[in-house]
C-alpha cells in the first residue's frame, strides 16, 4: 500500500544509504525528522494536522483528523487536545492504544506513531497532570477554548436559534470538558517519499524501566 | 477533537440549515458531497490520498495513507490498490473492517468512512472479483505496476544495489502480489468545516439483503 501511494507520487529507486538491513543506531532520530518535517511543511497550515486511529467500541477502527499540540516539554510525547464528550474518550478509556498518521504534503514524508494515549481530564488524580492539563488549556486561544462549553459533539443538532455568544475570563481554567491526550510512543514508521526511504524506530525500556532506548532499521519502503 | 480541529481553523458557528434533529433522507448523499469535494480539491495531488486505519493483529490501530483508485463501477464501493505482502493483508483477513480518514485541505471537508473490505488478490474463488481485480490493474500506469515486482515491503532493506530495471509487458496481467481492496461503506460521518455543518449518514439493509438505504443526520460538530 505504500508502494501504490509511493508510485502514485513518483519513479521507483532502490533503497540507497549506508545502513542496510541491520538494526542501528539512527543517526537522526525520529523527533529530529518530525521536526525537521514540521519546519519544512510550515507554510501549510495543516501541517499540523494528523489522522488518529483507535479502537472502537464496536472492534472496529476509528479514524479522524486532530491537531498537534506539540510535544510535552523536554519529552518525545505528543498531545493533543479534545473533548471529553467526544466518542473517543470512551474508546481509549477501554483501549489506551492509538496510531498517528502523519503526512506531509509538501515533503512527501509520512510518519506512523503507535503508542500508548494517557487521557489527562478534570477527574485526573495525579496534581502534575492536571498541570500538564491546565499549560495546555492556556497554551489554546480564548476561540479553541470556548468550543468545549458548546454542545456535546456528535450528538444530534438540536438547536434551530445560533448559539449565544458564551464568553470566557481568559484567566479562568479549563472546563469540565476540556481533556488532555498525550501519546507516549513506542514505535515510528517513517517513510520518505522524494528518497524512497523507510526506517522503522523500535523503542525498547531498559531494565529498570526508567530509560527507553530506540533502535532503527531500514526496510523496503 | 473535531471541534479541536475545527477550532484551529476558524471561529465557531451556531449549527446552521434547514433539517436539524431529525433523521432524514439527505438533500446531497455522501458519496455527491465526495465527488463535490474531490472536484474542488483536484488541483491538489494529494487529495487522492487518505489514511486507512485497521484494526493490527496485536489488537492495536494500524494507519496508514493510501491512494483512492476510484468507485467500483455503479456503486459507492472504495477501490484500493495494494501489495499483498503488506501487513494490512494479514490484518484484514483476521479483521476486515477499515475506516477512511479524508480531509481535504483546500475545502476544508473531512469524510469518516466506515465499512467491511473485501481483498480480492490472486486465489481469488470468484471470476467476477477476478475480472475486477484486472481491471484495476490496467488501470494502473506501467510505473505503478512495477512496483508490485519490487522486494517485500516492510522487510529489512538488504540490497546494497540499485534494482535491476525490470520491464512488464504492458498487456499482460496482474503479478499475484498485485491485490485489489475494496471498501463497502456502511457509515459516512461528514465534517464541513466551512460551514461548521456535520452530517451522519448511516446504513440499513432491506429485509431482503439485497438494496442498502441511506439516511442522514445532522449532528453536533
Not at 11 to 17: E, I, Q, R, V
Not at 90 to 105: S, V
Not at 158 to 187: N, R, T, W, Y
Amino acid at each position: 500500500m505504500i508502494r501504490s501511494f509511493l508510485f502514485s507520487l513518483f519513479w521507483f529507486h532502490s533503497c540507497g544509504g549506508e545502513a542496510k538491513g541491520r538494526s542501528m543506531t539512527s543517526p537522526l532520530p525520529w523527533k529530529q525528522l518530525l521536526l525537521v518535517a514540521l519546519d519544512s511543511n510550515a507554510h501549510l497550515q495543516h501541517s499540523h494536522f494528523f489522522q488518529l486511529a483507535t479502537v472502537g467500541l464496536n472492534g472496529r477502527p476509528s479514524n479522524r483528523t486532530v491537531v498537534f499540540r506539540g510535544f510535552q516539554e523536554g519529552s518525545e510525547k505528543i498531545q493533543i487536545n479534545t473533548d471529553s464528550r467526544s466518542s473517543k474518550i470512551d474508546e481509549l478509556k477501554a483501549f489506551p492504544f492509538g496510531e498517528i498518521c502523519w503526512y506531509f504534503t509538501d515533503s512527501w514524508e509520512q510518519f506512523r506513531i503507535n503508542g500508548k494515549i494517557d487521557l489527562i481530564d478534570a477527574s485526573n488524580s495525579d496534581p502534575v497532570k492536571l498541570q500538564q492539563r491546565e499549560k495546555a488549556w492556556f497554551a489554546s486561544s480564548l476561540r479553541s477554548r470556548l468550543q468545549y462549553t458548546g454542545s456535546t459533539p456528535g450528538l444530534p443538532c438540536i438547536s434551530e436559534e445560533p448559539s449565544k455568544e458564551c464568553h470566557l475570563d481568559p484567566s479562568a481554567g479549563p472546563v469540565g470538558a476540556f481533556c488532555l491526550l498525550v501519546m507516549d510512543p513506542d514505535q515510528v514508521d517513517y517513510l520518505n517519499l522524494k528518497s524512497n526511504e523507510r526506517l522503522m524506530f523500535t523503542s525498547t525500556w531498559n531494565e529498570e524501566g526508567d530509560a527507553k532506548h530506540w533502535t532503527s532499521e531500514r526496510i523496503n519502503p
